[in-house]
């Protein structure tokens, strides 16, 4: 990484400090914290927003299952380039369902579009995933979304869905250019897992 990490576990002597680590110890839990986690409490205030937003994203957006959204993570993951982000969401995807195959497609470095619909002709990939990815790519493309993907996303996902699925393409694109501007977890250029 371009900095330190922080002490694992962190030593912080103001005691808000330490309840940030403490906190951002027991959403990982049982899992230790990772180099993400590491960087960001350089900045407690930071880390503290940033464990509660991320958590909310992962693990309070019920609306939308599992494996779209670790598609969608995967797929901005792959299109910033972000490899440490591909590895820890891409077995996320495969735990959700989401076979190797499926996941192959979403290393293709063209752009997706909704009238390409062959992954989905192959049972690669559901209509409603293909059409959350053509969304993905081109809100991390973009930023803007043509009126057409969005008009047949609305078919597919109702409103609540579609800020949750938007939070999490908007939240992780957040994540992945923290990772590659620092190089946390030094995975700058060495592309995705060879297992996913």
């Given amino acids: 990484m371009r900095l ?22 027991a959403r990982r839990a049982p899992f230790p914290l990772l180099e993400l986690d590491l960087a960001l409490l350089h ?3 930071v880390a503290d927003g940033w464990n509660s937003f991320f958590g909310a994203l992962r693990s309070q957006t019920s609306t939308i299952t599992a494996d779209l959204r670790e598609l969608a993570i995967s797929r901005v993951a792959v299109i910033n380039q972000a490899w440490y982000e591909w590895g820890q969401h891409a077995p996320l995807a495969t735990a959700a369902g989401v076979s190797d195959a499926s ?10 579009a909704l009238s390409d619909t062959t992954v989905v002709d192959a049972g690669l990939l559901t209509a409603l995933q293909w059409a959350a990815l053509v969304y993905t790519d081109e809100m991390t493309r973009n930023v803007a979304v043509a009126d057409a ?3 047949h996303l609305q078919t597919l996902l109702n409103e609540r869905q579609i800020v949750e699925l938007t939070a999490v393409i908007a939240g992780y694109n957040c994540v992945s250019r923290f990772l590659v501007a620092l190089d946390v977890g030094e995975r700058n250029g060495t592309g995705p897992d060879k297992g996913h």
Avoid at 103 to 112: C, G, N, Q, S
């Fill in 43 to 45: 900045s407690p205030p």
């Fill in 103 to 112: 996941l192959a497609v979403l290393l293709r470095e063209t752009p997706f």
């Fill in 4 to 25: 330190s990490y922080t002490a694992d576990p962190p030593a912080f002597e103001d005691p808000a400090d330490a309840a940030v680590a403490n906190r951002v110890a």
């Fill in 149 to 151: 993907t969005f008009a």
